[in-house]
């Protein structure tokens, strides 16, 4: 069983950056993919960023892409997300998931955690 737990989440401006954190334990964590997804209040959770059990391979969602990057130090056991340009469209409660395969697809994924707050004020 693996357990995960977010970390970095905060009130933010427009324009700021962040790093959440997600550090795993009780798996074996470098052969595990990891992704983010994110839920807005009154939506569905949405795929943000998963990255490969090596980190050569990251996906991203549109509407992060080329403000956002997903890494991982297997030795720490964690995943990491920087998000740039933070904008109010990105507050949502941010979720750090653990599977077998990188996907973009919640069901995709085995492991989750409890979630970290994002707001970004305008």
């Known amino acids: 069983q693996v357990q995960l737990v977010e970390s970095g989440g905060g009130l933010v401006q427009t324009g700021d950056s962040l790093r959440l954190s997600c550090a795993a334990s009780?798996?074996?964590?470098?052969?595990?993919?990891l992704g983010w997804f994110r839920q807005a209040p009154g939506k569905e959770r949405e795929f943000v960023a998963a990255?490969?059990?090596?980190?050569?391979?990251?996906f991203y969602a549109n509407s992060v892409k080329g403000r956002s990057t997903i890494s991982r130090d297997n030795a720490e056991n964690t995943v990491y997300l920087q998000m740039n340009s933070l904008e109010p469209g990105d507050t949502a409660v941010y979720y750090c998931?653990?599977?077998?395969?990188?996907?973009?697809?919640?069901?995709?994924?085995?492991?989750w955690g409890q979630g970290t707050q994002v707001t970004v004020s305008s």
């Open positions: 009780g798996g074996s964590f470098s052969r595990l993919s």
């Open positions: 990255i490969n059990w090596s980190g050569s391979g990251a």
């Open positions: 998931a653990a599977g077998a395969r990188i996907g973009t697809m919640a069901n995709e994924y085995d492991y």
